[in-house]
């Protein structure tokens, strides 16, 4: 660890921060459970109650942390100084970046659609170009995509853009054979290959887009700061026109800004690191931040899925600083279109954050990412521990609705005793838990009034619109995704994993048979847990009835939180306005300029982009770059070469549709046989051309 970083001002205040925040939540948490334990019928002196009493003061204390965040990041963003912003200026230039400095820019993608990827990507080359900081910066496009067609559309895009904006040698395509470690492994084989070159690196997703002067303003600050190893921006969301992803990027500029200023002003230097919208010190990453595997079988063993905070914690464990820059600005990324798939991404993040179970008692790690750890545990977590609170308190409903009651004590009476009900313990408890929960918004709304925002959200009335609107929309959806989280973390305990498939990019809506699919089982759940309470004990019912008529309505709900014309007509009523939909960035009028730009086939012959196979196998420039891009002759064994002669024989007398997708990616492997595809298909005669590889001449 470097001694020169250990005595940190921020440390000391960080602490004292951390200890008055573990006060905060464990006070009101205990109090909570203690009155709750009197509401029960038998004042918790049962296994049972004292099982739902300690459930609750678990939820309460994660609940409690999201409010004491947001109070924190809502007293953060009113203060007219923060003396431990990281962004904070000391001067007009901030400091200079050195002339030998070099920073990657890098797009880890797999399957994504080029285009999208491509727009991205001039949209940030020609911020920075505008700016004059082009040359001081490359990007690198780590591909580990593994469909044929998206390999080679991806190569052809790239060259397509390196030749737009004439950035041969500074925008680079790689394209690894085999995806070991998904994202975490294509950077780290990024890091082996060219580390060296370069001072940073700004990993971005596929969606990411980032502005020229947000990212300047990232390498100076890390030229200010040596001793800061990751630089974390809090990336606004945008882009997405759908019901709900609209709702999201609403919550997201309406809320998100308070609560990335309060997980900055709990952790300070000992921040979390998301992955993606950072900048990171190169060496120090490539010395200290390797992964290794993790002992025992997927999923909670091999490799480590949610890289991120283990790569923070250890740069922090090495000495170095991690930091949430929470006030830069032009960080943007986009949401899931739809509930379906924003389930299935939080599948993948929740077998991931499962794992940190096994690395919070690592030898080394700071106190404040241990407890990082445990968020991200708890993210998930949470949800079973509801549905856990749910099945207790119903199994107590349901005991207390069939077993007679005994109003008589042990000793002689001659008159029973009869209960006595004590409504403000419950009315007290309930409105606690309101504002527990709702509080924030409030202050999201003062926060926005007090800083004059409110015209980027629509005017007043829009705002308070919007967060009513979402208020609904999120009390509809919470016992949904509770269900799915539930399940989620119960299956991967169980040692059931899950692949990593491709995000969707697009507004397409949920079908009727997928959303039935997916929340059938829950509307069934639900339909036969609301009747037997109904009949067992209405009291209950009534009390449970919100989350039953969410699981319910979760099928119509699911489809249509999924329409882009919903997300468009609400738009008009100036419901979920942001601040990038009433003053669209510069950097997103690039990427609607690209998108339209390459929406006409350049291919020619009338072979669609998405053919990347025939396109390849066809069109001369496009087979001469992609065999330019593989690597150099190799010589076969006779089996395997044998097996390459038969799909090309095969290719050239039955067409594309004779090969499947398997086969199609061991022919684009094979420089040799691709030219002999490509010369073999335009000897073909014109009929043949036609029919087989539907190749238009005319």
């Known amino acids: ?20 925040l573990l006060i905060l939540v464990l ?41 004491w ?68 910066f490359d990007i690198h496009i780590l591909s580990d995509s593994n469909d044929p067609e998206r390999w080679v559309q991806e190569e052809a895009a790239w060259n397509r853009l390196c030749n737009d904006l ?127 595997r993790l002992p025992g079988k997927p999923p909670l063993g091999g490799d480590i899925m949610s890289h991120d905070f283990v790569e923070s914690a250890l740069m922090r464990r090495a000495g170095y600083s991690v930091w949430l820059a929470y006030d830069l600005e032009g960080s943007y990324e986009e949401v899931p279109p739809n509930l379906l798939n924003e389930l299935k991404r939080d599948r993948r993040w929740c077998q991931g954050n499962l794992q940190h179970l096994r690395l919070v008692f690592t030898r080394g790690i700071f106190p404040g ?24 308190a ?14 008589f004590t042990p000793t002689k009476s001659l008159f029973p005793v009869w209960p006595v009900w004590d409504p403000i313990p419950a009315l007290s408890l309930l409105a606690g838990t309101a504002v527990v929960l709702f509080l924030p918004k409030v202050c999201a709304l003062l926060l926005a009034l007090i800083k004059g925002r409110r015209k980027q959200f629509g005017g ?9 609107t979402e208020v609904v929309l999120s009390t509809l959806l919470a016992p949904v995704r509770m269900l799915f989280h539930s399940k989620y973390v119960f299956l991967t305990l169980m040692g059931m994993g899950i692949g990593w498939g491709t995000q969707q990019r697009d507004d397409e809506g949920t079908s009727f048979w997928d959303a039935l699919r997916f929340h059938g089982g829950g509307t069934l759940l639900a339909l036969v847990w609301g009747a ?69 086939d350049r291919s020619g012959f009338g072979i669609s982009p998405e053919q990347g196979f025939v396109r390849a196998a066809v069109i001369p420039a496009v087979n001469t770059l992609h065999r330019s891009l593989l690597r150099g002759p190799r010589s076969l064994a006779p089996e395997i070469a044998e097996r390459r002669d038969a799909l090309l024989d095969r290719a050239l007398q039955h067409g594309p549709a004779a090969l499947n997708k398997k086969e199609r990616k061991e022919l684009l492997y094979d420089s040799e046989r691709m030219e002999r595809l490509h010369h073999g298909i335009w000897e073909l005669p014109e009929e043949k051309l036609e029919k087989l590889w539907n190749v238009r001449l005319n």
């Open 166 to 292: 004439s950035a041969h040698g500074h925008i680079f395509y790689r394209r690894r054979r085999i995806n070991l470690k998904r994202k975490s492994g294509n950077v780290a084989d990024f890091c082996r290959r060219y580390g060296d070159h370069y001072t940073y690196m700004i990993v971005f997703d596929a969606d990411s887009v980032m502005s020229g002067e947000t990212l300047i303003r990232m390498v100076r600050i890390m030229e200010r700061r040596r001793n800061v190893g990751i630089l974390q921006t809090a990336p606004a969301c945008t882009g997405r026109e759908t019901f709900i992803a609209r709702a999201q990027q609403f919550a997201n500029r309406a809320y998100g800004p308070m609560y990335a200023a309060g997980l900055h002003h709990w952790f300070l230097g000992d921040a979390q690191f998301w992955g993606h919208n950072a900048i990171t010190r190169v060496k120090p990453f490539m010395k200290h931040c390797a992964l290794t």
């Open 27 to 67: 006070a009101p948490a205990l109090t909570a459970a203690y009155v709750m334990g009197g509401l029960l019928p038998h004042k918790g002196r049962t296994l049972l109650e004292a099982s739902i009493i300690a459930v609750y003061c678990v939820l309460f204390i994660w609940i409690s942390l999201g409010f």
């Open 394 to 407: 119903t199994a107590e409903a349901v005991s207390e609705a069939l077993v007679q009651p005994d109003y």
């Open 532 to 600: 037997a309470l109904f009949q067992i004990n209405r009291v209950f019912f009534w009390w449970s009835s919100p989350l039953v008529i969410s699981l319910l309505l979760s099928i119509p709900v699911s489809m249509i939180t999924s329409r882009a014309e919903v997300g468009r007509f609400l738009r008009r009523l100036r419901i979920f306005v942001t601040p990038e939909e009433v003053r669209l960035p510069r950097e997103y009028e690039d990427i609607e300029a690209y998108l339209q730009s390459t929406s006409c």
């Open 369 to 392: 990412h241990r407890a990082l750890f445990l968020n991200g545990v708890m993210a998930y977590g949470s949800a079973l521990l509801w549905f856990l609170f749910l099945a207790l």
């Open 460 to 468: 007043f009335f829009a705002l308070c619109g919007s967060i009513m």
């Open 1 to 20: 660890m470097k001694r020169e970083f250990l005595n940190e001002p921020w440390r000391k205040i960080a602490a004292r921060r951390r200890l008055l």
């Open 69 to 136: 965040t947001a109070l924190a990041g809502f007293w953060t963003l009113l203060k007219r100084d923060d003396r431990f912003a990281v962004s904070r200026s000391r001067g007009e230039l901030d400091a200079p970046i050195r002339q030998n400095v070099r920073t990657a820019i890098l797009f880890p993608v797999c399957n994504e659609d080029p285009e999208r990827i491509m727009a991205g990507i001039q949209a940030v080359w020609r911020s920075l170009a505008r700016l004059g900081a082009a040359d001081r």
